[in-house]
């Protein structure tokens, strides 16, 4: 997606993720364990931010959309808490923060939106100058099982219809999805109609692409971008990874 795609979709990302709060306490978990500061690749509207600086650690969120981290800049404050977390609008690819990090990770699918191998590499090179010799990175990605990606033919599916608290509109999604086996690559259109109050509709698509991983391919491309994998999970609660886990979750650590 490209960075107005980002923007495009910003004002939207709460009512759609906003409610997604499985995976808040394995980042608390890990938290606990290897502690911070805390740096978030993709940080968007500060979701998973917020309970971490709650809990009191420091954290830093990097974005590239600044409508993203305007609307996380927004929580925060009124949250209290803009002291413990710092909002960087930059490009993982590029990082160069100064300064060194206990965890960092990339949650809730971020890692797929790139695409090609050079922008693996290079957010994983540049995450890894950022950790701790003993911190830890974590990856959130769904199992590539295709019955577990959903519907992949394109096909236009009603998603969800909710209230935006804010504007008190009716917003409807719908969603359409293929998938390119061969290049491991989803092809998504989200479209979310806002019904105003005289019947109006206004319209907003955000087209993008998600590459997914295997995970004996993204072992490799962990350990090639110097990182030892420490554990594979299939859960937010950190099952064993097997064939039919939702979640592909690896923790690894800088090699020595």
């Not at 590029?94 to 797929?112: P, Y």
């Not at 690559?185 to 005289?198: K, Q």
């Not at 998600?210 to 072992?219: S, T, V």
């Amino acid at each position: 997606m490209t960075d107005l795609g980002y923007d495009r979709f910003a004002r939207f990302y709460d009512l759609d993720l906003g409610a997604e709060t499985e995976d808040v306490d394995l980042y608390l978990g890990f938290a606990k364990r290897i502690g911070g500061p805390l740096l978030e690749v993709g940080c968007g509207t500060g979701r998973l931010l917020l309970p971490l600086a709650r809990a009191g650690y420091t954290c830093v969120g990097v974005d590239v959309s600044p409508s993203m981290l305007a609307i996380a800049r927004r929580k925060l404050d009124a949250a209290g808490l803009a002291e413990r977390a710092t909002l960087v609008q930059a490009d993982a690819r590029q990082l160069a923060l100064g300064e060194s990090f206990g965890i960092a990770f990339v949650g809730l699918n971020s890692f797929m939106h790139f695409v090609d191998d050079r922008s693996q590499r290079n957010v994983l090179a540049a995450v890894r100058a950022h950790l701790h010799p003993r911190g830890s990175l974590i990856l959130d990605l769904p199992s590539p099982d295709p019955t577990l990606l959903g519907e992949t033919t394109g096909q236009l599916i009603h998603e969800w219809t909710r209230v935006c608290p804010e504007t008190g509109r009716t917003v409807m999604k719908t969603r359409a999805q293929r998938v390119d086996t061969s290049a491991q690559m989803l092809d998504l259109l989200f479209v979310y109609d806002e019904i105003d109050f005289d019947g109006t509709v206004r319209r907003t698509a955000v087209p993008f692409q998600l590459r997914y991983f295997y995970r004996r391919e993204l072992e490799l491309l962990l350990e090639m971008c110097g990182f030892a994998v420490e554990a594979v999970y299939g859960d937010y609660w950190l099952s064993e990874y097997t064939l039919d886990s939702p979640k592909l979750i690896v923790v690894a650590k800088p090699k020595a």
